[in-house]
């Protein structure tokens, strides 16, 4: 980090995550937001992507322009970061909080709650504002943000703001706010259309019109986490045994925190029913649980007071949560993009994690086609005996 020269107030708060080098997302994006530019940037989960952009933001906007010495009557909203999911929202905040040392007002908005109480909150005037493009578009529409002070906007799991269901409010919030505001955006999976969508609002003169402001897009190299951090297994159930295997597949493995993912609400809700009345318990975690047990599931999962959280894929994008030894996917999602950011939420930072599929015949079927398309390598499992073992192995 030292290379980049941060404000010594970050050099602090980076020591004291035990953080002493750059990543190479951040070595290639860092001197690209620090210097106004529009970027457009693809890295894999667990390489430091959301740092990639705080720090820089954080050091130009907040330190270099002086809003840090600003009395409270002088502040604005300087920042505003989309994202698709409250959760990935609470979690950048948080990561923004820890930069500014807790004291600097940051506001996490999302439909769902009171508008009325975030109109409230802007009146402490938050550096940052982090939610979903509806909301964050309606504040501005409503002038409770102000667009002609905001500097940069951030589009993070950029894929997943341009999808079907939110394209037009992702787009209505970019043309609400100032065409010379500095625009990036991130996430795992930026793929061609997304990348050329996004570059083309730029070249259209939409957005980033400020003098002398370029884009880049960067693409990082893969660092192959998911073959070389990321054991893959999978286990074989009929649909009717998959609950049974999964609590046989705990209790044979004991982990020490597990995220298991389901294919919708209604089956997550099931398998946190079925292992909490097998006495594992469990929580889950979907877009229908409301905030208050949304908090208490992620707060007793993090704290590791509860060792499994079911969960759809609600929780697959951005959620980084320390510890997670073990991902089970029930299930071989028709999209290899939530495979991939389903398996990334274990093996963060330097740990090594395991990814397991349960599957019926023909999930499996399809596993062995995206285990070709990501050159993965899967090692079929069973269970014998209360034991986990190589599916070649002779237990007889």
Not at 114 to 120: A, L, M, T
Not at 336 to 352: E, I, L, N
Not at 354 to 363: M, Q
Request: aromatic share 6%; charged share 25%.
């Amino acid at each position: 980090m030292d290379a980049f020269s941060f404000d010594g107030r970050l050099m602090q708060k980076m020591a004291e995550k035990n953080i002493a080098a750059a990543t190479a997302v951040q070595k290639a994006v860092v001197p690209v937001i620090r210097g106004g530019d529009n970027c457009l940037f693809e890295s894999e989960t667990g390489t430091g992507k959301t740092f990639a952009y705080l720090l820089p933001l954080v050091q130009r906007l907040y330190f270099e322009s002086g809003y840090d010495a600003k009395p409270k009557q002088e502040r604005y909203t300087a920042v505003i970061i989309a994202a698709p999911t409250k959760e990935l929202a609470v979690q950048i905040k948080n990561e923004l909080s820890f930069l500014l040392g807790g004291d600097e007002k940051l506001l996490v908005c999302f439909g769902g709650s009171s508008i009325k109480r975030h109109i409230e909150s802007l009146r402490e005037k938050p550096f940052a504002v982090v939610g979903s493009p509806n909301r964050l578009s309606d504040l501005i529409r409503l002038k409770r943000i102000k667009a002609q002070n905001v500097q940069a906007l951030v589009f993070d799991e950029a894929d997943r703001l341009l999808e079907r269901e939110t394209e037009d409010a992702s787009l209505e919030l970019i043309r609400s706010l100032p065409k010379t505001i500095q625009f990036i955006a991130c996430s795992a999976t930026m793929n061609e259309a997304v990348r050329h969508g996004l570059s083309s609002l730029l070249e259209t003169a939409e957005i980033g019109l400020a003098p002398d402001t370029k884009t880049q897009c960067i693409i990082l190299p893969k660092e192959n986490i998911l073959t070389q951090k990321i054991a893959h297994w999978a286990l074989y159930a009929e649909d009717r045994d998959k609950l049974d295997t999964l609590r046989s597949f705990l209790a044979a493995e004991k982990p020490e925190k597990v995220l298991v993912f389901c294919p919708t609400s209604a089956d997550t809700d099931k398998t946190a029913e079925y292992l909490s009345f097998k006495k594992v318990p469990s929580f889950a975690l979907h877009a229908g649980t409301d905030k208050v047990k949304r908090k208490q599931a992620l707060d007793k999962f993090k704290s590791g007071s509860c060792k499994v959280l079911v969960t759809s894929d609600l929780a697959a994008r951005g959620l980084d949560i320390a510890g997670i030894t073990h991902i089970i996917q029930m299930g071989v999602p028709s999209n290899p993009d939530f495979f991939v950011h389903r398996a990334g939420r274990t093996a963060r930072s330097d740990t090594t994690g395991i990814n397991l599929i349960i599957g019926n015949a023909h999930e499996l079927h399809e596993l062995a086609h995206l285990e070709k398309k990501l050159y993965i390598t899967v090692y079929p499992k069973e269970l014998y005996e209360g034991k986990l073992i190589s599916a070649d192995d002779d237990c007889c």
